[in-house]
């Protein structure tokens, strides 16, 4: 009786999964976003809509935002030291960063998260 050695199916470039050094599968940060707003505002609305662009465009679904308004939870405010609104405050992956504004900016918001590096001016 002949027996035959089982294949293996190759493995195509783009259904590898990056390691670690420790050789376990590499995942990527997930993002903890913190939006404090102050209401309903057209200005809240627009940092919202603003963050959840960006998020999409380059957090690529590893991303959570909490919306926090505190005109209905204002003691939250201390937590993260707030002191205008809307601000954007990154939890995770550390350091903490904050930015404040509608987040129209979308090389100021970039930057600010470290997504991409500040250019410098000569």
């Known amino acids: 009786m002949a027996t035959t050695k089982p294949t293996r199916k190759p493995i195509e470039a783009n259904s590898r999964r990056k390691t670690g050094q420790d050789g376990h599968p590499f995942k990527p940060p997930v993002w903890e976003l913190r939006l404090y707003v102050a209401g309903m505002t057209p200005t809240s609305i627009r940092a919202f809509e603003n963050l959840k662009r960006l998020c999409e465009e380059h957090m690529h679904g590893a991303y959570k935002i909490q919306v926090i308004d505190l005109l209905e939870c204002p003691k ?4 993260d030291q707030i002191i205008a609104v809307p601000t ?6 550390t350091p903490v960063k904050k930015i404040i504004g509608d ?11 470290d997504l991409r590096p500040a250019t410098t001016w000569r």
């Open 76 to 79: 939250l405010a201390s937590g």
């Open 88 to 93: 954007l405050v990154r939890r995770l992956p």
């Open 103 to 113: 987040l129209s900016n979308t090389e100021r918001v970039l930057v600010g998260l």
